[in-house]
């Protein structure tokens, strides 16, 4: 049974810096969007639908079962792109999680999607996300891994205080790697998507911290896997090599 006060929204476009068009590249015979999508249906937490401004897209997602709807292509971000569809799709408010499922996430797992919503039982935290613990030097200097800075909850629950590109935090101790999977509630994403980009922000180029720093709460989950995101040709052929093995 689907939970109506959940929806899970996938936001693709074609128009990637790094790797135009894709959403609809070719991995172990099925579009990359089409593998994201199945993996959210999978998980079962609620409604799904990709949001999307590309036609192309909308017709492959409904080719193969799923539901697409159409946003504007305007917009600066994918929080913006989900806000849009989750209007469009619940205008009377039912849906009170918005889950944000990026679209070059192929290989991330039903568990992991599922594994965002717990931090929101609590009725104080805004954001939901997900991070794994980082065991290589490559992954801890790199600048794409973004670094989640939080305190301890107990468990594998953390309160972030932090994100940002660079090595942190310093001295010895775990470092974990934030993985861009969010569940907002309702009125948190219509805050977020109402406010200006913030300096950190801007600086760091991460859109969390304009939550953070207009003081909305976000806590973590420590999971054990980080999902391979595909911003490159050299990822692509790392998902493909993946999945054409499961």
């Not at 897209?57 to 159409?70: D, P, R, W």
């Not at 806000?83 to 192929?106: R, S």
Request: net charge negative.
């Amino acid at each position: 049974m689907i939970d109506p006060r959940i929806l899970v929204l996938i936001p693709a476009r074609m128009a990637a810096t790094r790797l135009p068009g894709k959403p609809l590249a070719d991995i172990a015979g099925l579009p990359m969007i089409v593998h994201v999508m199945r993996r959210a249906v999978a998980a079962g937490i609620g409604r799904v639908a990709v949001a999307t401004d590309t036609d192309e897209i909308a017709s492959v997602v409904t080719a193969h079962g799923g539901e697409a709807v159409m946003t504007s292509p305007a917009h600066p971000s994918g929080s913006d792109r989900i806000h849009e569809a989750m209007q469009k799709l619940d205008p009377g408010g039912q849906a009170e999680i918005v889950v944000n499922l990026q679209g070059d996430f192929p290989t991330i797992t039903v568990d992991n999607i599922r594994e965002v919503l717990p931090p929101l039982e609590d009725p104080a935290v805004d954001i939901a996300t997900l991070a794994s613990q980082i065991h290589t030097e490559e992954e801890d200097l790199a600048p794409s891994v973004v670094k989640a800075i939080g305190t301890s909850l107990g468990g594998r629950r953390m309160r972030a205080l932090y994100f940002t590109r660079a090595t942190a935090p310093t001295g010895d101790g775990p470092r974990y790697h934030h993985i861009g999977l969010y569940a907002y509630r309702r009125a948190a994403l219509e805050r977020y998507v109402s406010l200006p980009p913030s300096p950190l922000e801007l600086q760091e180029k991460l859109e969390q911290l304009r939550a953070l720093e207009a003081g909305m709460r976000i806590d973590f989950t420590i999971v054990d896997t980080v999902p391979r995101g595909v911003d490159t040709p050299a990822d692509l052929e790392t998902a493909r090599g993946i999945l054409s093995k499961s």
